[in-house]
């Protein structure tokens, strides 16, 4: 797997999350990339977009990733937007998922992120995305 070689060739030895065990571990359990790719923490994603890939990933690969981000911007402030707006998504996903009360976010502004990152990737998924959601139904009910 070519992602995994440049992973293990270019990653330093850090404490914390560690993206190579992370894929490593998933990779031993399935040998289908659906199933790697599903099984692989959020926090590998949000960090794939980290500066330290522009120059051996998104400089040629994030025009084919995510097509429709916004071309007047360069690759680079592309990239931290993702990398930002996915770090958004995942405070948001911690707060639930750890049962924290997310009543004083914004979370108008975290679903535009959710619905812009998906724009990137395809449209037709963010209107799929936008014809199924209940939640800005539900955003307009909370008090002020």
């Not at 070689?5 to 990779?27: E, F, H, I, M, W």
């Not at 890939?53 to 993702?82: G, Y």
Request: net charge positive.
């Amino acid at each position: 797997m070519a992602l995994e070689y440049r992973l293990r060739t270019k990653s330093p030895q850090t404490t914390g999350y560690n993206a190579l065990g992370d894929l490593q571990r998933v990779r031993n359990k399935s040998s289908a990339t659906g199933q790697v790719i599903a099984e692989l923490k959020f926090v590998f994603w949000e960090k794939m977009f980290t500066s330290r890939h522009d120059d051996r990933i998104w400089r040629h690969c994030l025009a084919k990733v995510l097509p429709n981000l916004d071309p007047t911007m360069s690759n680079a402030a592309q990239r931290k937007r993702v990398f930002d707006d996915l770090n958004q998504v995942r405070l948001l996903r911690n707060r639930i998922a750890h049962h924290e009360p997310i009543f004083s976010r914004d979370l108008l502004s975290d679903f535009n992120v959710i619905y812009h990152l998906v724009v990137a990737r395809c449209d037709v998924s963010a209107q799929w995305l936008l014809d199924q959601q209940q939640v800005l139904e539900v955003i307009a009910t909370k008090p002020i």
